[in-house]
């Protein structure tokens, strides 16, 4: 069955670094638009960043322009996303996200995309 399983976050000091993955099966990994999306209590769900099938094409929100860098391994099934001078408005729960074809709005659900991981928390407090 299809799944996306999403590791490596945790608690961090303002400024610190994190590096997230998602482990990918079930599915054509190297066929899907990948996403990294967020969601907290104060802003609700946010696209954080995203990248095209080859790899070759990314987009950042402005506030993660800079600091946050995706990436994946398509021989690994897997997306990444390093996440640098974390601020406390990165708290969050994020989740990796996959679509055969790309949007480009604010999503308003996790259901807008084919598939989605189970959600590891982001936690950036001094």
């Known amino acids: 069955q299809v799944q996306l399983v999403e590791s490596g976050g945790g608690l961090v000091q303002p400024g610190g670094s994190l590096r997230l993955s998602c482990a990918a099966s079930g599915f054509i990994f190297s066929r899907y638009w990948m996403y990294w999306v967020r969601q907290s209590p104060e802003k609700g769900l946010e696209r954080v960043s995203v990248?095209?099938?080859?790899?070759?094409?990314?987009y950042y929100t402005d506030s993660e322009k800079g600091r946050f860098t995706i990436s994946r391994d398509n021989a690994k099934n897997t997306l990444y996303l390093q996440m640098n001078d974390l601020k406390s408005e990165d708290t969050a729960v994020y989740y990796c996200?996959?679509?055969?074809?790309?949007?480009?709005?604010?999503?308003?659900?996790?259901?807008?995309?084919?598939?989605w991981g189970q959600g590891t928390q982001v936690t950036v407090s001094s």
């Open positions: 990248m095209n099938p080859s790899g070759g094409t990314t």
């Open positions: 996200a996959a679509r055969t074809s790309p949007i480009w709005h604010i999503p308003t659900s996790l259901n807008e995309y084919d598939y």
